[in-house]
């Protein structure tokens, strides 16, 4: 079983991921990984050194392209599986502009006026995205 938990703040030490949930001119930015045929949004691991924010913006270009962008703090959340519990950084993100996709792990980007149905993570990403919605994000 999967849970998935928000805070207000945690140690900065214990993030570990951020995701950023993402729209650009009114639509829903998702991301398509060469191995799988299913949409997540963009978003990652922390590398050593790398403060939680770098990580975010980093990973909004690795996964999309996205060179002009907001960048919003939602919350801390935690996804909890077989007893052990892990830590991420929550973002909102409004991309203005976009470059060339990074030839990296990510197939294509696509645009959604609603949600997608075929998610890469069912039991987390639509939680994150309702955690959006609720602090209107959007």
């Known amino acids: 079983m999967i849970e998935v938990k928000f805070y207000d703040d ?7 991921f951020a995701v950023i949930v ?24 922390r590398e050593e050194g790398e403060r939680i924010l770098e990580t975010a913006r980093r990973e909004l270009w690795e996964e999309t392209g996205a060179v002009q962008f907001d960048l919003r703090e939602v919350c801390v959340y935690s996804v909890t599986r077989e007893n052990e519990e892990t830590f991420g950084m929550l973002y909102f993100s409004e991309v203005k502009q976009f470059e060339k996709l ?7 980007i696509e645009f959604f ?15 994150l995205i309702e955690k959006i919605k609720k602090e209107k994000f959007i």
């Open 10 to 16: 945690i140690e900065d030490r214990l993030l570990k």
């Open 102 to 108: 990074p030839p990296l792990e990510i197939e294509k």
């Open 22 to 45: 993402s729209r650009h001119k009114g639509k829903w930015v998702f991301c398509k990984h060469k191995e799988r045929n299913t949409y997540e949004c963009p978003g990652g691991r």
């Open 113 to 127: 006026d609603e949600l997608p149905e075929a998610w890469t993570y069912p039991l987390i990403q639509p939680t």
